[in-house]
């Protein structure tokens, strides 16, 4: 049996950027708590986890400047399994991208020999900065390592990304739509939501939320693998994920998961599930040829494959909770 849908819920505005509207969805969630008998989170026996990777306005609302094609969509559907499945779901967590204006994956962080900024989505190599068509604005070893090194882990080539999630503004916020959900959930499941903030080193880009890319520069540490995030997951009996993009944060997300599983105990790898039609990728860029480093839709696909005979489960948001 799914629960209903609350009465405030508009799928049609998933896609607007208003002002959540705290008080009246407390007050529906009080009464939908008494109405529908709904016990708290604490009590149940068998716990579940939805856990939202990035879904925030700057990857979800169509006029974002990192908006991935097939958000607003996935987002839907994830609101609606989230609602229907409200008494099921004993905890939400969601990671929130964050950053500022200088980072390495931002326009302001590189200059080419006249002073300009590399436009949005432009990959740059080591090669590039070797040789002066791309010159960072400070610390040029460690740029230079930390191209060197992600080359050498073969899992993407640095690109530059336009500013996006931006601490202090408007895209670095939840989607409306689904903040609104996570406080409905709180207040009716008694649970309070889980929020993780990944991203703000500034000289490393940070796709998964367990672990930045590159860990080490210069002798210097930049970041770690979140062992108590990742336990605090591995604690529930099953966990749910989603978000965007696939290709990017979610897709090393579950790498980043799949690893630390394979190292600890295999049979974890049966309580993760993948919400397909919950995330998109990112569209490859306008390239021709196309380095097969940038073809991001087929990297998720193959990605989802490789997860999926390593023993998680793939469905999607209308397959019941069995």
Known sequence: MTMPLPKFFDRSRVDQLFMERAAEVADTAHEYRKQYRVAPSGRDKFRIAAFGIDCQVGFCLPNASLAVP????????????????????????????????????????????????????????????????????????????????????????????????????????????????????????????????KGTHAMTENYSVLRPEVTELGGQVVGSFNAPFFKLLMDYDRVYVFGQAKSHCVLSTLADIQKEIQATDPGLA?????????????????????????????????????????????????????
């Not at 989230?82 to 939400?92: K, S, V, W």
């Not at 899992?155 to 530059?160: E, G, I, P, S």
């Not at 919400?275 to 990297?299: H, K, Q």
Request: with cysteine.
């Open 270 to 322: 049966d309580k993760v599930w993948i919400l397909e039609d919950a995330m998109s990728p990112v569209p490859a860029p306008p390239i021709d040829p196309l380095p097969p480093a940038l073809d991001f839709p087929a990297i998720a696909d193959r990605a989802i494959e490789d997860f999926r005979k390593a023993g998680m489960h793939v469905v999607k948001t209308t397959d019941p909770i069995a």
């Open 70 to 197: 097939g958000a607003v969509e996935d987002t839907q559907r994830t609101l609606d399994w989230l609602y229907r499945n409200l008494d099921r779901i004993t905890g939400l967590h969601f990671s929130m991208d964050t950053h500022r204006i200088f980072q390495v994956f931002h326009p302001a962080w590189w200059t080419d020999p006249d002073g300009k900024h590399p436009a949005p989505f432009t990959p740059i190599t080591r090669e590039d900065i070797r040789t002066g068509k791309w010159t960072p604005i400070m610390h040029p070893r460690e740029c230079l390592e930390y191209t060197e090194r992600l080359e050498k882990s073969g899992k993407y080539v640095l690109t530059v990304w336009p500013f996006h999630t931006l601490l202090g503004g408007v895209s670095h916020a939840l989607v409306p739509a689904l903040m609104e959900a996570a406080i409905f959930h709180s207040i009716v499941r008694r649970h309070q939501t889980h929020f993780e903030t």
